[in-house]
């Protein structure tokens, strides 16, 4: 670990950045093996630039935990159907635990079947859902995954917000190079960016959010003060948050974004809501060429003009990162160690 006091940043590596973030996690109530694997999920976000979701959420992380709302040392139980539906109860625990313990269990399905499904209830969701689905694409499997959020987005022509952010991700494998993986919100903003912007002082591009009043704004304090997010794409992004409450809430037995009551929880900041994971075995679609043909469509989108691929900026961040370290702010590493007192 090097510190450059002139530029006021400190570098670190990413075993060194998951070693604290585990201290952190354990230090506030996590057990060791939840804690192992929040850690190497944050320090991942924050390697690959996903900024709003790696050691930002570190503060809301030790609030929620020292509120009493989430149990950071909950066991999941998996509920093996003996087919290809799965589903656990988290135990009011995190969700990247309780998808761990079904992981391995999902991929033999997959490979019984030739498709899997995942469903976790009872959970608590606070970071990005590429690093869940990534490694199935690299394991030459296709994989999508659902999570709904806290209330914070208004429906198309509504007048209060009852979604949340709903992100979508999607991995698949390619030949002779890395997954192609997008993760994103049905908000036209993730809530988290939205936060780092108020933070910061910094004003939001036109079409965000509106103010307690229902009014179009650019402050980002005023959306989360009283008001709320807009979906992307206007009645099309609300309708695919809306598929999403479906299947990772009502399918899965989680709570709606706005089902969940954390008022007598003084600091809670994670949301109580569900995650559905679907996995497919490209091979069983008999074509062979799986791997070869998603690569020909990326390349076929380059060429047409688009200058890169989602993913792209994060495989990007990656490398470099592995050359170089991971840079935090002074104020930022600062902010850590004082979360070990």
């Known amino acids: 670990m090097t510190e450059n006091r002139q530029d006021e940043v400190v570098v670190v590596s990413f075993d060194e950045l998951t070693d604290l973030l585990e201290r952190i996690f354990i230090r506030h109530g996590v057990s060791a093996p ?9 320090a991942a976000c924050q390697r690959d630039g996903s900024h709003s979701h790696g050691i930002f959420r570190i503060p809301g992380y030790v609030s929620t935990l020292n509120s009493g709302w989430v149990d950071g040392a909950a066991v999941p139980v998996v509920d093996d159907t003996g087919g290809a539906y799965i589903r656990v109860d988290a135990k009011n625990g995190f969700t990247q635990p309780a998808f761990f313990a079904a992981r391995d269990l999902l991929v033999d399905r997959v490979k019984e079947h030739g498709i899997g499904l ?7 969701h606070f970071s990005a859902l590429w690093p869940d689905v990534e490694p199935f694409a690299e394991e030459g499997l296709v994989a999508l995954a659902f999570v709904n959020s806290m209330t914070c987005v208004v429906p198309h022509g509504g007048t209060r917000p009852l979604y949340g952010t709903n992100p979508i991700a999607f991995a698949a494998p390619r030949k002779d190079e890395p997954p192609f993986v997008f993760d994103l919100a049905t908000s036209a903003i993730a809530n988290g960016d939205v936060q780092i912007a108020a933070r910061e002082g910094r004003l939001l591009p036109e079409g965000m959010g509106v103010d307690k009043d229902g009014k179009p704004t650019r402050d980002p304090k005023e959306i989360l003060n009283g008001g709320a997010l807009l979906a992307f794409g206007g009645h099309k992004g609300s309708t695919f948050a809306l598929m999403v ?4 809430a009502a399918l899965t037995g989680g709570f709606f974004s706005g089902e969940f009551d954390w008022s007598e929880f003084k600091g809670a900041q994670t949301p109580k809501t569900g995650q559905l ?13 799986f791997r070869e043909r998603v690569s020909e469509i990326c390349a076929l989108t380059v060429e047409a003009g688009q200058s890169r691929l989602p993913g792209d900026r994060r495989l990007l961040e990656r490398q470099r990162s592995a050359r170089e370290g991971i840079a935090l702010s002074a104020a930022d590493h600062a902010m850590l160690l004082s979360k070990l007192a």
């Open 34 to 42: 939840n804690a192992a694997i929040l850690a190497r999920n944050c």
């Open 118 to 124: 995942l469903a976790i209830r009872r959970s608590h």
């Open 245 to 248: 409450e479906i299947l990772a």
């Open 277 to 289: 994971f679907i996995v497919i075995d490209p091979e069983r679609g008999g074509n062979g060429v």
